[in-house]
Structures are given as C-alpha cells and as structure tokens.
C-alpha cells in the first residue's frame, strides 16, 4: 500500500565519516518513514543475516514498511584480504539495488556500507552513479559507510560527516546489544 502523499521528489543524502551514527541516521530516517506510510528498503552491503542485529528483529515487525536485507559474509572485508566470495555478494547486492531502486515499490532506498564497498573495489563506483542518476524521481536514496568516494558526494543533496570524537571502544568496551547491534 502506498501512502496517501508519495514522495514527489526524492533526494540522495550520504552519511559518512569515522564517528558512529552513519546506519543509525538512516535507520531513523526508516523510522519516521515508515510512520508516515512510506516504505523503506535497506540493503546491507558487508553485513550479514548472522550478526544478529536488533534493526533486522525490528523490520520483521514492520514489514512490509521495512525491509532490510544483509547481503555481507559472515565476517567483515579485510581490506587486504578481500575473497571471491565479498565480490559476488556484492555484485549481487549492486544488481538488486538496482532493480528495487527501479521497481516502483519503495518510496526509500538504502544502500548501508555502499561507501566502503565502493572504496573496496568491492563495486564500481560509476555503477553506482548510474543507479543515483537513472533512480525514478519520487525515489529517496541513502548511502551510508566511512571513506565516501568523491563523486559520491558530488553526486549527493544532503552530506552528512560523523566525526569521532570520543568513544568508549576506545575504553574496551564492546559493542552492545540494543545499542550498536
């Protein structure tokens, strides 16, 4: 079901930087959307089904407003160790990202990581530009993660950096049910 006002025009915000709060922000953007009618997409670059998080208990409760879908291995990229494996997931996730950017079913579209795996060489960042050029107008896209490639961020209409400041990793602590998963 669509919402009584669809987005007329939707624009690309990029959340990036080394402070935490990139896949937060987007994940309150999903929020206050899916409480106006809207339904959200999030595809999960480098995150796996396996890890658990609260977002992915949270949109079983929300479907069909929220779908997240994790399209990452097991464990995290090692940049200097990437697999076979984290290059067809990720091509996989890209060819999805497109299709549902272009389905006409989302009002929201994420692309959580989008920026690492780009500065991976996990995806082509001119595919993904192609995707932010050629999206239907009513839809909103979101890319999300550290080291935003340039042209991802010429590209953009919202930027957004985090910057860390303090953070109580730094103190040993782990991450946290509820809190950073």
């Not at 480098?46 to 479907?63: I, W």
């Not at 050029?133 to 890319?143: M, T």
């Amino acid at each position: 079901m669509k919402p009584d006002k669809p987005l007329k025009k939707g624009y690309v915000h990029l959340y990036t930087g080394d402070g935490k709060g990139k896949t937060t922000a987007a994940l309150g953007l999903a929020l206050r959307a899916v409480g106006n009618g809207l339904k959200v997409l999030i595809i999960q670059f480098l995150k796996s089904k396996d890890a658990g998080s609260g977002e992915l208990r949270a949109a079983e409760k929300l479907a069909p407003y929220l779908d997240i879908r994790p399209r990452g291995e097991e464990d995290f990229v090692d940049p200097e160790n990437i697999t076979a494996g984290a290059f067809t997931l990720a091509a996989e996730a890209l060819a999805e990202s497109t299709k549902e950017i272009q389905s006409g079913d989302w009002d929201i579209v994420v692309l959580d990581e989008i920026n690492v795996a780009a500065a991976f060489g996990l995806v082509n960042v001119r595919e993904v530009l192609d995707i932010v050029k050629n999206r239907p107008e009513g839809v909103e896209l979101v890319l999300t993660g550290r080291f935003a490639p340039p042209d991802f961020i010429d590209a953009a209409d919202l930027v957004t950096e985090m910057k860390a400041v303090k953070h109580y990793y730094e103190e040993g602590v782990d991450a946290r049910d509820g809190i950073e998963k």
